[in-house]
């Protein structure tokens, strides 16, 4: 049988390997506790870099966006005015068809009075073929109206090369446009 001694120590003793025990135990889970609190730091500071990269990504979003937003109105903008521009020249372009048009009747007209004055003119020297046996006041009257003939078809020929420099011209200016 145990000794009063040795019974008083026993408990003493397993209180004392107990506590050893407990505190082994509390060191154990205190350094558990320790890399835990450690690897929640390191998370919760990458979990801040992560955020905080997310934020400066969604600020570069916006700020992207709202350059994205600009120049699309840009972009708007230069449409309308290529829209205007565009339909000014389709406005000018309908005016120089137009003159084209008008030209070209006047052309039409003026061959017509070309033809005619040549049909004169035709006249003109068959008149004078006969009139040469007349008198010298008509020869000096026929010569008068030969000089002025031939002033007035360099006018016409001049008038007429103007006219056709002039279509050539908003032809090549159709074509181009």
């Given amino acids: 049988m145990p000794t009063l001694e ?6 003493l003793k397993d209180k004392y390997l107990e506590a050893v025990r407990s505190r082994e135990n509390s ?3 205190i350094k558990s506790l320790k890399v835990q609190l450690k690897m929640a730091e390191e998370t919760r500071d990458s979990v801040r870099r992560d955020l905080m990269d997310a934020h400066r990504r ?6 992207a966006k709202e350059t994205q937003r600009k120049e699309n109105m ?8 290529e829209e ?4 000014s020249l389709e406005k ?3 005016e120089l068809r137009e003159k084209v048009k008008r030209v070209e009747s006047e052309k039409i ?7 005619e004055l040549e049909k ?3 006249l003109c020297d068959d008149a004078r073929a006969k009139a040469t046996t007349e008198a010298m006041d008509l020869r000096a009257r026929l010569s008068e109206v030969d000089a002025q003939r031939l002033e007035t078809r360099r006018e016409l020929q001049e008038s007429l090369r103007q006219v056709y420099n002039f279509i050539t011209f908003i032809v090549y200016a159709v074509i181009v446009l």
């Fill in 92 to 94: 000018t372009v309908g």
């Fill in 84 to 87: 205007m521009e565009k339909m």
């Fill in 74 to 81: 840009d972009l708007r903008r230069t449409l309308k005015d």
């Fill in 109 to 115: 007209e003026l061959r017509g009075s070309n033809e």
């Fill in 120 to 122: 004169k003119l035709r």
């Fill in 58 to 63: 969604f600020r570069e979003g916006e700020e």
């Fill in 6 to 11: 040795a019974a008083s120590t026993s408990p």
């Fill in 27 to 29: 060191e154990r889970e």
